[in-house]
């Protein structure tokens, strides 16, 4: 029997086994983090919603050029938002209260001019005072919020 080619034909195989595996880990790991739309956003909603004052939901209206922010208290203490700035645009709206994991919806005016747009707003510059202690705190973000413009 000619066994020459058997010891390459296996190497091979074992080749595309790992090689198929590894494809399976990083598509059950949710991709290559950076890489196309959906990556930039879901990296944007990862961060904002673990930070001391987070952002767990947000979305542009390009009927309205409205950013609708629903912020959460991530902390042990409640806490009062004085102000919310959003690539250098302040929102209007008046100061409100947070209780540990309680959340609050809030706008601020950003264009958007069609639905499907990408955005990408940075800095994000929140405000706010710890009720317990009186001090006052400035959080600015390192990662912009990132998503596509809704209808």
């Known amino acids: 029997?000619?066994?020459r080619g058997q010891g390459a034909t296996?190497?091979?195989i074992i080749l595309a086994v790992v090689?198929?595996?590894?494809?399976i880990v990083v598509g059950v790991l949710g991709g290559i983090p950076g890489i196309g739309?959906?990556?930039?956003?879901?990296?944007s909603e990862a961060y904002w919603g673990t930070t001391d004052v987070g952002i767990t939901n947000y979305y542009v209206s390009a009927a309205t050029d409205v950013l609708t922010l629903t912020m959460k208290d991530n902390l042990d203490t409640s806490i009062r938002i004085?102000?919310?700035s959003v690539g250098g645009t302040i929102?209007?709206?008046s100061t409100f209260t947070l209780t540990p994991g309680s959340t609050q919806t809030t706008s601020v005016a950003k264009a958007c001019t069609t639905s499907g747009d990408a955005f990408d707003f940075t800095p994000v510059i929140i405000q706010y005072s710890d009720l317990s202690t009186g001090a006052n705190y400035t959080f600015t973000g390192t990662v912009p919020l990132s998503g596509v413009c809704a209808a």
Do not use: D, H, R
């Not at 090689?19 to 494809?23: D, F, K, R």
């Not at 739309?37 to 990296?43: D, I, L, M, N, V």
């Open 37 to 43: 739309k959906a990556s930039s956003k879901q990296a």
């Open 82 to 84: 004085q102000n919310i």
């Open 19 to 23: 090689v198929i595996i590894a494809l």
């Open 10 to 12: 296996e190497y091979l």
């Open 91 to 93: 929102n209007g709206s």
């Open 1 to 3: 029997m000619n066994k």
